[in-house]
């Protein structure tokens, strides 16, 4: 087990609906980043915090969101949820220090379907 | 911009087989880091392995090995007697060393599956 833990498992939204989702890092971690995983495909960068920050975005609307919070845990919200945001979102913590971010360690994901 | 290809979407072996992985990925920066991400049926990412730009040395940990070519920007992943529990989709990825972020970038994958 990595020490990631992601909450819902599952979730059904219908379209035009807002979702949060929720991750609690692994102990010691500072950083969190999320990560799309649309079926049969490899996971996509969507943004990461440090240190309460977003500190890198990939290539994702606005109306993806997130917050980190003092303890290091992180939520993401998507707005206006459409078709396509059906996928697994997967949160992943790691350890920024001046040797650079270690092995980011993954939790088990959330499945959301949006109908 | 960085990119990763796992050409083959889908293998199948049975028991005790021998599998290769491959992955080719690109990049223009020279520092990066490569992984193998297992994902078993549960979702969850799990860390195999992390390789720097710096170290082309092959590496064998149990029934799984690495090989690591530059020259070819190869990052092979091999498992040795392959066993049911092996069936996963296999995820090869790379990220930038210079870059303060944790970025990783996928490949889409490759499903193993084993047979008894």
């Known amino acids: 087990e990595t020490g990631v833990t992601q909450s819902p498992t599952h979730l059904i939204k219908t379209r035009g609906q807002q979702v949060t989702l929720r991750c609690s890092s692994q102990?010691?971690?500072?950083?969190v980043s999320w990560y799309q995983q649309a079926l049969g495909q490899g996971p996509q960068f969507i943004f990461q915090?440090?240190?309460?920050?977003?500190?890198g975005r990939g290539n994702f609307p606005p109306r993806f969101s997130g917050l980190q919070f003092p303890n290091y845990s992180s939520e993401l919200n998507v707005n206006a949820l459409e078709l396509d945001d059906s996928a697994l979102y997967l949160c992943a913590s790691s350890l920024a220090g001046a040797g650079g971010p270690t092995e980011a360690f993954f939790g088990q994901g959330t499945r959301l379907t949006v109908v | 911009a960085q990119k990763v290809t796992q050409a083959q979407t889908e293998i199948s072996v049975v028991e005790k087989e021998d599998v290769t992985l491959d992955c080719v990925y690109e990049?223009?920066?020279?520092?990066?880091?490569l992984f193998w991400y297992k994902q078993p049926p549960s979702g969850e990412l799990v860390f195999l392995i992390r390789r720097n730009s710096f170290d082309e040395q092959n590496e064998i940990s149990g029934r799984y090995s690495w090989n690591f070519q530059k020259s070819t920007s190869s990052f092979n992943f091999t498992i040795t007697a392959s066993q049911v529990v092996d069936s996963a989709v296999y995820f090869c990825a790379l990220r930038l060393m210079n870059s303060g972020y944790s970025t990783l970038t996928f490949g889409k994958g490759t499903m193993l599956l084993v047979s008894p």
């Open positions: 990049t223009r920066d020279t520092t990066y880091y």
């Open positions: 915090y440090y240190r309460e920050e977003e500190n």
């Open positions: 102990s010691g971690h500072n950083t």
